[in-house]
């Protein structure tokens, strides 16, 4: 899960392991919940998002999972592969008053999949 | 295609100076973001465009920090009188016109150090 300060979670897995990646949110309002991951060095990259009326979506290697009861989303990635190894980030994107997005987005603090080969 | 670019890449100013960050976004993609991030911390919000304007700058920490956009494309961040506190890298993201804006392309950052 998200952790505030800076020691941020850690995962270490073997390549070719699945890894699960958690994030626990606070804010019920949220339209979308988004993936991200930060390469050393890099900005973020968008990995998959999902709509809060939604508790699963798919994509390549990755699938996101939503529990709206419990304020808890999840991103796994199958086969992990050293290539995978980053900061994963979750973040939400709340509509404005008039029920528009427009991405301002809110993102936790971060957790570090080191995957070995 | 080339992606979101900023400069300088690494910033050291004195405590005190005003400093001028840039973005150049992807072509044709109208809204633009700037975040800032720091040392082990998750993305902080700054400000939007949409276009040339600014419908959001709810994130700017104080009146020191400015952000303007021209043409609809070039961003410039200014941060007057530097504290040390400012001190982080500043990421730029944009993202078209479509859909929901979940997708930001984001550029490296400009790492600021105030001594």
């Known amino acids: 899960g998200e952790s505030v300060g800076l020691h941020l979670p850690t995962l270490s897995v073997q390549e070719g392991d699945n890894s699960i990646i958690n994030c626990a949110y606070s804010?019920?309002?949220?339209?979308?919940f988004i993936w991200y991951k930060q390469e050393s060095g890099k900005g973020p990259q968008f990995i998959i998002d999902?709509?809060?009326?939604?508790d699963k979506r798919q994509g390549q290697r990755v699938t996101v999972l939503l529990n709206k009861t419990v304020k808890h989303l999840s991103l796994q990635i199958a086969a992990t592969q050293p290539g995978d190894s980053a900061v994963y980030f979750c973040?939400?994107?709340?509509?404005?008053?008039?029920?528009?997005?427009?991405?301002?987005?809110?993102f936790g603090q971060g957790t570090i999949l080191t995957v070995h080969p | 295609g080339a992606g979101v670019s900023q400069s300088p890449s690494n910033k050291v100013t004195e405590k005190g100076k005003d400093v001028e960050l840039r973005c150049d976004p992807i072509?044709?993609?109208?809204?633009l973001y700037w975040y800032r991030q720091s040392l082990g911390q998750g993305l902080e919000f700054l400000i939007y465009?949409?276009?040339?304007?600014?419908?959001?700058k709810s994130g700017l920490p104080s009146d020191r920090f400015s952000a303007e956009r021209t043409g609809g494309s070039v961003s410039t961040l200014t941060i007057q009188r530097t504290q040390q506190e400012d001190s982080a890298v500043y990421l730029c993201?944009?993202?078209?016109?479509?859909?929901?804006?979940?997708?930001?392309?984001f550029g490296p950052g400009t790492r600021l150090t105030v001594l």
């Open positions: 804010n019920s309002a949220s339209d979308y």
């Open positions: 993201a944009s993202s078209p016109r479509t859909g929901n804006y979940n997708e930001q392309f």
């Open positions: 072509s044709g993609h109208t809204a």
């Open positions: 999902i709509r809060s009326n939604m």
């Open positions: 465009f949409q276009g040339n304007s600014a419908p959001d």
């Open positions: 973040a939400e994107n709340i509509s404005n008053a008039g029920g528009t997005s427009y991405g301002k987005l809110t």
